[in-house]
């Protein structure tokens, strides 16, 4: 086929954005249900200033994780916006096992650890979800959407994970390169997807990461597994 009769390209962009910070532990440790943790005061500062930088940015389709920290998370970015969203528990992070399974030994090494092992064969995360049904969630979401032809902006708020596969996606990388999107609380990346005649060519990576309360990220060394196994206390987890 001639270049000429080729259908348009088109070029859409989706905004993808991790919730704000919570607290999955509480003072002694001891782990509280993901389902319900609220955003910490941090969180809700953090999503304030980035709904600050996505003011002016118009979108035809809004997602979100049906957990209340993603809820809450993109209620302040839309800062009173009138749109519709729908919550979807496909978007829901990568379920955990039991910490307490872990031996004591290896809780350093198997928690800071558990994204670089996902494409291993029947990889699960922590020893909970598995990684290629939770890739195969989300990415079925994502292209459930692409193959909506209506619209041309769309905001995803969701989890640290869930970014990571997309990314990783547009990336061609997949499961094997999943560790090396961090993803901090209450960030933003941008994502373009070509397609041409419904048929969808692949993404850009435009922004990755971005967060506007640390542009520099200077206040931000630990990586999210670091943050989460330093939030662990062993002893509350044998209590």
């Known amino acids: 086929m001639a270049a000429?009769?080729?259908?348009?390209?088109?070029?859409?962009?989706?905004?993808?954005?991790?919730?704000?910070?919570?607290?999955?532990?509480?003072?002694a440790g001891r782990?509280?249900?993901?389902?319900?943790?609220?955003?910490?005061r941090s969180g809700a500062t953090q999503a304030r200033a980035l709904g600050e930088v996505i003011r002016g940015t118009g979108f035809e389709r809004v997602l979100c994780s049906d957990y209340p920290r993603a809820r809450q998370t993109l209620d302040l970015l839309l800062a009173g916006r009138e749109l519709p969203v729908k919550a979807m528990p496909e978007?829901?992070?990568?379920?955990?096992?039991?910490?307490?399974?872990?031996?004591?030994?290896?809780?350093?090494?198997e928690v800071t650890g558990a994204y670089r092992g996902a494409a291993q064969p029947g990889a699960a995360f922590l020893g909970g979800e598995r990684w290629d049904a939770f890739q195969q969630r989300v990415l079925g979401v994502f292209f459930d959407l692409l193959g909506d032809p209506s619209w041309d902006s769309a905001l995803m708020v969701s989890h640290d994970a869930v970014n990571r596969i997309l990314l990783a996606?547009?990336?061609?990388?997949?499961?094997?390169?999943?560790?090396?999107f961090e993803q901090d609380t209450a960030?933003?990346?941008?994502?373009?997807?070509?397609?041409r005649g419904g048929q969808v060519l692949g993404g850009i990576i435009r922004?990755?990461?971005?967060?506007?309360?640390?542009?520099?990220?200077?206040?931000?060394?630990?990586?999210?597994?670091?943050?989460?196994?330093?939030?662990?206390?062993?002893?509350?987890?044998?209590?």
């Open 4 to 27: 000429d009769s080729l259908p348009p390209l088109r070029r859409r962009r989706c905004y993808l954005v991790r919730h704000g910070h919570v607290d999955y532990f509480d003072d």
């Open 31 to 40: 782990p509280l249900d993901p389902r319900s943790v609220p955003l910490s």
């Open 91 to 109: 978007l829901r992070e990568i379920r955990a096992g039991r910490l307490r399974e872990i031996p004591p030994e290896s809780l350093h090494r």
């Open 169 to 180: 996606w547009a990336a061609g990388v997949g499961l094997p390169g999943i560790a090396a």
């Open 187 to 195: 960030c933003l990346n941008v994502l373009d997807i070509d397609s």
């Open 207 to 239: 922004t990755l990461n971005f967060t506007p309360y640390d542009p520099h990220k200077s206040g931000i060394r630990d990586t999210v597994l670091e943050n989460l196994f330093n939030a662990i206390q062993p002893s509350g987890l044998t209590a």
